[in-house]
């Protein structure tokens, strides 16, 4: 009988050690089965700018809530908002211990123009070891990896931390609608750290990790002269052309040294320390290879800051869009009588989109010359971000990129966007990690958009390495 009574405590030692088997073992051995996966995530067409494709993003939802179940996480649910849903589950062990928030987004921009795509935007395609797919690095294939690492550490039973995901369809459009649900839910998004996937690293041997984001001030202008289009033969060289002036104006909102023009608009600007320059001056950069690539013969910024400082760590102001009058096939001999652009202005710490769009409309109204009348008006914004190198998610995502890539990432600074981090933080009071395992030569939002297959599958290896360190470091 004790004969017994050991051989089956032997073969469940062994069974147990077969079922936790090493997480990298586990991820070898189902890879095929999660890029298959990520690949109907992808061909799902969830473009929330276009209300075409509502009945596409609401199925993506449904599709996202069953792959959350499929892993394991409980109360998964399908939440709806003004606008498109948000999808929710979790898995709480303890309520005494770590949890960890999980933001991603599942809308995806739109893949026009389509001509220019090499191979079908929602046809996933594989080249070089690249994923080809509108959506393949942002975020489809950046939120997938935590299912799948979070799938990962429950089936080799290496989870010790609580999870919980928050999966919206609305970031490509300004997340309108995340600030109320995440107030009105406040209890149920608590947590230590909110991990956030929609980032880039410098390259595959380079890992980094953005510490800051720049905010945004977007605005749309409107200039407006005579009551109709007018004849420009009989009426030009008398009467103000709309066009004319709006070009001026914009030149004017740059001075000679590239440094923009709007009053007040750098007072709060927090500048960098010799600390961050020194870092950002780790990031390998080639100006030549740069201007290669973008096929451009010079580079162009504020005077007195190097390019990848311009690029993530200044302020800017740029027109997106400018039109008027006759843009058709042909000749039109028209003096318009209105002339628009889209304006946007990315922003550092410190600064505020409110202040700065107010800065910006009292000033362009105030050049406005005679003869012309000025609109703007304010469309969408969000604050900037800014994680410190000594905090604990910034230590732990560190230290989890140094197990997997072998080598302590570089602290960098990210040009674009993400507003909800700063909305989380404000709403939610907790820090927010940006670990990302994209490249900026992905294609984000263009066409022929990709996403490596080694970087999908290192961020799968690399997430259970974050929650181990963030466990450990905040019960240390």
């Known amino acids: 009988m004790n004969n017994l009574m050991g051989i089956n405590r032997a073969l469940k030692g062994l069974l147990y050690f077969r079922f936790l088997m090493n997480p990298n073992e586990y991820i070898d051995q189902n890879k095929d089965r999660f890029l298959s996966e990520l690949f109907d995530l992808l061909r799902i067409p969830s473009i929330s700018a276009d209300s075409a494709y509502d009945e596409?993003?609401?199925?993506?939802?449904?599709?996202?809530?069953?792959?959350?179940?499929?892993?394991?996480?409980?109360k998964v649910s399908i939440e709806q908002t003004k606008g498109h849903p948000i999808v929710y589950g979790e898995k709480i062990i303890d309520p005494n211990l770590t949890t960890i928030l999980v933001y991603g987004h599942y809308d995806v921009q739109p893949s026009s123009p389509d001509e220019l795509w090499d191979t079908p935007p929602f046809e996933p395609t594989v080249k070089d070891g690249k994923i080809y797919a509108r959506g393949a690095a942002d975020d489809k294939g950046q939120f997938y990896m935590h299912v799948k690492a979070f799938e990962t550490m429950v089936k080799?039973?290496?989870?010790?931390?609580?999870?919980?995901?928050?999966?919206?369809?609305?970031?490509?459009?300004?997340?309108?609608?995340?600030g109320p649900y995440c107030i009105a839910n406040k209890e149920k998004l608590k947590s230590d750290v909110i991990l956030i996937s929609d980032t880039s690293m410098v390259a595959n041997d380079v890992p980094s990790i953005d510490v800051g984001l720049r905010g945004l001030s977007y605005v749309e202008v409107e200039v407006t002269g005579p009551n109709r289009d007018l004849h420009s033969g009989v009426y030009g060289g008398a009467v103000a052309n709309p066009c004319n002036i709006l070009c001026e104006m914009i030149a004017g909102l740059h001075d000679e040294d590239k440094r923009i023009t709007v009053d007040g608009f750098y007072d709060n600007v927090l500048d960098l320390s010799d600390e961050d320059r020194a870092a950002l001056d780790k990031i390998p950069f080639s100006e030549e290879?740069?201007?290669?690539?973008?096929?451009?013969?010079?580079?162009?910024?504020?005077?007195?800051?190097?390019?990848?400082?311009?690029?993530?760590?200044?302020?800017t102001l740029d027109v997106n869009g400018i039109w008027g009058g006759y843009t058709g096939e042909g000749s039109k001999t028209v003096l318009p009588s209105k002339a628009y652009a889209k304006i946007s202005m990315r922003l550092v710490p410190n600064q505020s989109s409110q202040e700065i769009t107010e800065k910006f409309t009292k000033h362009f109204n105030a050049i406005a010359p005679a003869g012309v009348t000025v609109?703007?008006?304010?469309?969408?914004?969000?604050?900037?971000?800014?994680?410190?190198?000594?905090?604990?998610?910034?230590?732990?995502?560190?230290?989890?990129?140094?197990?997997?890539?072998?080598?302590?990432?570089?602290?960098?600074?990210?040009?674009?966007?993400?507003?909800?981090?700063?909305?989380?933080?404000?709403?939610?009071?907790?820090?927010?990690?940006?670990m990302g395992f994209g490249l900026d030569s992905d294609g984000l939002h263009s066409p022929n958009e990709h996403y490596g297959i080694f970087n999908y599958l290192k961020g799968i290896e690399t997430i259970p390495r974050f929650f181990h360190h963030f466990d450990a470091l905040k019960k240390a």
């Open 56 to 74: 596409h993003t609401a199925r993506c939802a449904t599709h996202v809530a069953e792959r959350l179940k499929e892993v394991g996480l409980d």
């Open 156 to 178: 080799t039973g290496t989870l010790t931390c609580n999870v919980k995901f928050m999966i919206e369809g609305e970031e490509e459009v300004g997340s309108s609608n995340l």
């Open 289 to 315: 290879a740069y201007k290669e690539d973008l096929a451009i013969n010079g580079v162009v910024g504020e005077k007195g800051y190097s390019t990848i400082e311009r690029a993530g760590s200044r302020p």
């Open 375 to 434: 609109k703007v008006t304010p469309h969408h914004g969000g604050e900037p971000a800014l994680t410190p190198t000594d905090s604990i998610p910034f230590k732990a995502a560190s230290a989890a990129m140094k197990d997997t890539f072998g080598k302590e990432p570089i602290p960098t600074r990210g040009g674009g966007s993400i507003p909800i981090v700063a909305l989380f933080e404000k709403e939610l009071e907790t820090k927010v990690v940006l």
